[in-house]
């Protein structure tokens, strides 16, 4: 995935843009999804600082819903307590999903 991402990456790891290619997007989306622990709970807040860590241009918030929307994270109800999907969609999947 690191090896796609090159030219998003900076030499820690950290997206530095979010792509504008939808292909890409989903590839970004995918690459933030594995520093999320699985069967773990997050707050917003610390969903948050996990994707602030993991990117340069300060958009956490973007990021969050964008995981939420393509199904790598999901919440409760009320939007405070946030957990990684079980099963992850593939890249397959979002393409046939999102044209």
Known sequence: MEQILKSFLDDKGRLTAYPSKRKMKLYALIYLSKKF?????YTEKEVNALLGHWHTFNDPATLRRELYTHKFLDRDAYGKEYHLEEKQPTIEELERRYG
Do not use: I, L, Q, Y
């Not at 622990?37 to 709970?41: C, F, I, L």
């Open 37 to 41: 622990e699985a069967g773990k709970s």
